[in-house]
């Protein structure tokens, strides 16, 4: 069965539970030497839920039941963290693919068109005036200021969002990425002071923080949610 749906976002709260295979066979020659860039084992439980579930979705979406012929990789030569980019078969595919860790959960957002995706969970966002003045623009404050503990994470992780489903060969640096509004589920932002496409988005908070995803869209129909 072959999906039709052009975007899927899969939020998991604990990966801890998921049913992640006893054996590495799954993972291509490439994927485990990355994985051997990761010492630490939370971290390294994390690429591979990450890896796990973002196969899971593109194996249905593609209808390939072999997880071992789908690679993901997020490292470049010098070990710097890059867009996931995907081949199946050992083929480059333009898909879109962003994946966010946070603790035990996982978020990962998928677009088989190749629209930009990008997810982030912000949890833990620092709250104070330093933070806030090193990192949000004018504008961002003013919006934060209203009710700063909700929107605080909710700009961050729309700023994240938008890096990952946009950034270049830049270094991350949340104030290069500018939120110059938000409304309706739509955000419109810059990149080094670039307009960037319109943006649809779709936001979760709780008390720990927030799930935020983009997507490169031309209309304002909210993304699948699978989860
Ligand atoms: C993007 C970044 C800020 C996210 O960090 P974070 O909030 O601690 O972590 P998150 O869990 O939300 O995201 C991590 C995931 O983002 C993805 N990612 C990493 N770098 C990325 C980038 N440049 N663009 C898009 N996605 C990226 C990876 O899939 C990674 O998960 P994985 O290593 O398990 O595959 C951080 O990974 C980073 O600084 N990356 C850029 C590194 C860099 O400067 N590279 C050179 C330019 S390309």
């Not at 995907?86 to 595919?93: E, L, P, Q, T, Y």
């Not at 919006?143 to 990952?164: N, S, Y």
């Not at 270049?168 to 990425?177: E, S």
């Amino acid at each position: 069965m072959t999906f039709a749906a052009p975007r899927f976002v899969r939020y998991v709260a604990d990966a801890s539970r998921l049913p992640l295979p006893g054996t590495l066979n799954w993972l291509t020659v490439a994927e485990r030497s990355e994985l051997d860039f990761w010492k630490n084992s939370i971290r390294r439980t994390q690429w591979l839920s990450g890896r796990w579930l973002a196969k899971r979705m593109i194996s249905r979406s593609v209808t390939i039941s072999q997880l071992s012929r789908i690679e993901i990789l997020s490292r470049d030569a010098n070990g710097l963290g890059t867009r996931p980019r995907i081949a199946i078969d050992g083929k480059r595919r333009h898909a879109s693919l962003s994946i966010s860790h946070a603790g035990q959960s996982i978020l990962v957002g998928w677009s088989r068109s190749g629209r930009r995706i990008g997810v982030d969970l912000a949890v833990d966002v620092p709250q104070n005036k330093t933070f806030h003045t090193a990192w949000f623009s004018a504008s961002e404050r003013d919006w934060i200021d209203v009710q700063p503990k909700q929107r605080t994470p909710i700009i961050w992780g729309l700023k994240e969002a938008i890096f990952k489903a946009c950034g270049d060969t830049h270094k991350w640096n949340p104030a290069a990425v500018t939120v110059d509004s938000f409304d309706h589920n739509l955000v419109r932002a810059a990149l080094r002071g670039k307009r960037l496409p319109r943006f649809s988005t779709w936001i979760r908070s709780n008390h720990n923080g927030t799930a935020a995803v983009v997507w490169q869209t031309q209309d304002n129909t909210e993304v699948a949610l699978c989860s």
